[in-house]
T-cell receptor, first 113, second 113 residues
Framework: AQSVTQLDSHVSVSEGTPVLLRCNYS??????LFWYVQHPNKGLQLLLK??????LVKGINGFEAEFKKSETSFHLTKPSAHMSDAAEYFC???????????FGTGTRLLVSP | EAGVAQSPRYKIIEKRQSVAFWCNPI?????LYWYQQILGQGPKLLIQ????????DSQLPKDRFSAERLKGVDSTLKIQPAKLEDSAVYLC???????????FGQGTRLTVV
């Protein structure tokens, strides 16, 4: 079975400071991992995905994530937060080759001026 | 490119009433998903269609929920009768195939009173 644990329900940062959203996964199979973002009253949008290539994955809007098999982690980072980054972020796991997305509980990112 | 369309955006009903949601996926997408997102939780897969056939409905409460995808395009999700715990956002998503990126609609927010 696949699952993800998002270690923080809320993260608060100041504009211009680094962002770190933590995610640990559990998977019986070689997983694919994703980060999705959900802005208020908008649909979920894919930020980035890891399938099996490079362990450091770059996504949209300056976000990136590193797949660490030894730590079963897939943390999301961004060097400098922007006000528009304030949203809910979901870490997602799925067995490779099969699009059954299993979502974490989400981390709300708050960005203050 | 038009995205995934869902209607209505909001719905308020009394418990024991019935309700239906509609989804129009991105043109050409063979795979369609319905997710339930309860407040404070990540989305949970209810049902997955491949064209007009059901691939996975293991988490669909079949005593009250039903879904269909006639002609392999549009889909409807129905709840009859609704319970208070069905209050949630119902998300529709589609992908080219079972391994492709899933694109999400804005969702239908259901409130059962």
């Amino acid at each position: 079975a696949q699952s993800v644990t998002q270690l923080d329900s809320h993260v608060s940062v100041s504009e211009g400071t680094p962002v770190l959203l933590r995610c640990n996964y559990s998977s019986s199979y070689s997983p694919s991992l994703f980060w999705y973002v959900q802005h208020p009253n908008k649909g979920l949008q894919l930020l980035l995905k890891y399938t099996s290539a490079a362990t450091l994955v770059k996504g949209i809007n300056g976000f990136e994530a590193e797949f660490k098999k030894s730590e079963t982690s897939f943390h999301l980072t961004k060097p400098s937060a922007h006000m528009s980054d304030a949203a809910e972020y979901f870490c997602v796991v799925t067995p490779r080759g099969f699009q059954k997305l299993v979502f974490g509980t989400g981390t709300r990112l708050l960005v203050s001026p | 490119e038009a995205g995934v369309a869902q209607s209505p955006r909001y719905k308020i009903i009394e418990k024991r009433q019935s309700v239906a949601f509609w989804c129009n996926p991105i043109s050409g997408h063979a795979t369609l998903y319905w997710y339930q997102q309860i407040l404070g939780q990540g989305p949970k897969l209810l049902i997955q269609f491949q064209n007009n056939g059901v691939v996975d409905d293991s988490q669909l409460p079949k005593d009250r929920f039903s879904a269909e995808r006639l002609k392999g395009v549009d889909s409807t999700l129905k709840i009859q009768p609704a319970k208070l715990e069905d209050s949630a956002v119902y998300l529709c998503a589609s992908s080219l195939d079972a391994e492709g990126e899933a694109f999400f609609g804005q969702g239908t927010r259901l409130t059962v009173v």
